[in-house]
């Protein structure tokens, strides 16, 4: 028994060994910051784009906090991580990385320090970048305004804490490596990938995760939840009767507003105000990309129809009634929502036509009722009004259940209440 004991002992002590010898990655040297003179004004301005295409500034700024200096919480299930500093301050931010670390961290996961990265920061998607393009983010971030700023400190429990088993993570589910294009598929399709898979993560809130935090390639953008809303299904899959075009992802991802689809709202309100920055040929690239995805091309012969339908049932609830859901609906969202003639007016969304209605969860439906939508969020000088204040949980789950019934064919929704519930109590415990 002993022996077998000391066997069993050596085979861990020697894994132990392999592991370290895997998971150990050098520091690399502190340098001091470039003048900004040493970087090209075309490659800040690319910079900047890309930087606005990953959103960069939304996950790294705190509430009320300067850009890019951290801070921001991000809830995971395994506990709170907060973003880093990315200003060129020296001894809080990335003023001491070259670029080589920098790049290092984009493509490996690896910090200047020879730490590894918690998988928060989306390196799986921009280990997909051109050295080129993270070359021009480099550019971009070493010559914003250094702030000095510590983040707080992480929540992550031991032994999640250590970053060396990250490496174990990593073995698992990262498979470092620039895009490879598809050589049957467009330049276009091709530039759309490149840039929804890489810098943009798409996927990052769009495809369920596992039990260790990783993406689920085998349900690649299937949909899933994120900071307390529902991220839709960006395949075949999505529930929104009229299909995805091209030509409706192109003013979504825009301007945040399409005829037939709503307007952004959520944590994809930051989503569109990013890409908005980009070239216009780079946002129909994505949107090509998608559009395929989508299966929009197989799913357009069917508009005509839908739209009719949709027209029809806008009509319900508009007028007198004994319905106390029926009457809630017409005294808050009928005089806002209502399409009459032949055709759907982009800034009075048809409720029958959203996702919102459409999803198997009610959450998007509950925090727009709640909440409402900001005017930087929504279409241009138009807002929704929240009516978490004057209506009940009671209220809300009767205006969503009327919702459902009457503008879907769909089953219902479970727990209405408890859900509006939840969603109320979350937003307030985030205040």
């Known amino acids: 028994m002993l022996k077998r004991l000391l066997v069993v002992l050596g085979v861990v002590v020697v894994c132990a060994f392999a592991f370290g010898i895997y998971a150990w990655r050098p520091a690399i040297a502190p340098i001091q910051p470039a ?56 001894d809080t931010g990335i003023g001491s990385w070259s670029e080589p670390a920098f790049r290092r961290a984009m493509h490996e996961g690896v910090a200047r320090d020879g730490s590894h990265l918690f998988p928060a920061f989306p390196y799986d998607h921009f280990s997909k970048l051109s050295d080129d393009d993270v070359a021009a983010l480099y550019a971009y971030f070493m010559t914003r305004k250094p702030v000095h700023a510590e983040a707080p400190r992480n929540t992550i429990p031991f032994p999640l804490n250590i970053r060396l088993l990250q490496a174990g ?23 759309g990938a490149y840039l929804a898979e890489g810098v943009s993560h798409c996927g990052a809130c769009h495809t369920p995760r596992n039990a260790l935090g990783a993406e689920r390639h085998d349900q690649a953008y299937a949909g899933a939840a994120i900071d307390h809303w529902i991220a839709p ?21 825009s301007t945040g507003v399409t005829r037939y689809h709503g307007t952004v709202a959520g944590p994809m309100a930051a989503v569109t105000r990013g890409l908005s920055k980009l070239p216009a040929d780079d946002v129909r690239a994505i949107a090509t990309y998608f559009a395929d995805l989508d299966g929009a091309a197989t799913r357009s012969g069917d508009t005509p129809a839908i739209l009719a339908k949709a027209l029809q049932l806008s009509a319900i609830g508009s007028g007198p009634t004994a319905d106390p859901a029926a009457r809630l609906y017409a005294t808050a969202c009928a005089s806002c929502h209502y399409n009459s003639g032949e055709q759907v007016q982009p800034l009075r969304p048809e409720l029958s036509l959203t996702s919102a209605v459409h999803l198997d969860d ?15 969020d929504g ?21 969503a259940a009327y919702l459902r019934a009457t503008r879907t064919d769909q089953a219902a929704w479970p727990d209405l209440e408890k859900k509006v519930a939840q969603v109320r109590a979350t937003a307030q415990q985030q205040d």
């Open 169 to 191: 993570w990593k073995l698992l589910f990262f498979h470092p490596g620039r895009y490879q294009p598809q050589a049957e598929r467009s330049a276009q399709w091709n530039r």
């Open 362 to 376: 009610p959450t998007n439906l509950i925090q727009v009722i709640l909440f409402g939508i900001d005017a930087p």
């Open 35 to 90: 003048p900004a003179s040493s970087f090209s004004a075309e490659q800040i301005a690319r910079g900047a784009q890309l930087a606005s295409a990953g959103y960069c500034e939304t996950c790294h700024t705190a509430k009320g906090g300067e850009p890019y200096a951290g801070g921001y919480a991000m809830d995971t299930q395994f506990g709170t991580i907060y973003s880093t500093n990315i200003t060129p301050d020296v």
């Open 233 to 253: 299904p960006l395949n075949g899959s999505n529930p929104s009767p009229v299909a995805w075009d091209t030509d409706a992802l192109v003013a979504y991802l």
């Open 379 to 399: 279409a241009p000088g138009v807002v929704m009004p929240a009516f978490g204040r004057g209506f009940s949980d009671a209220d809300v789950a009767q205006i």
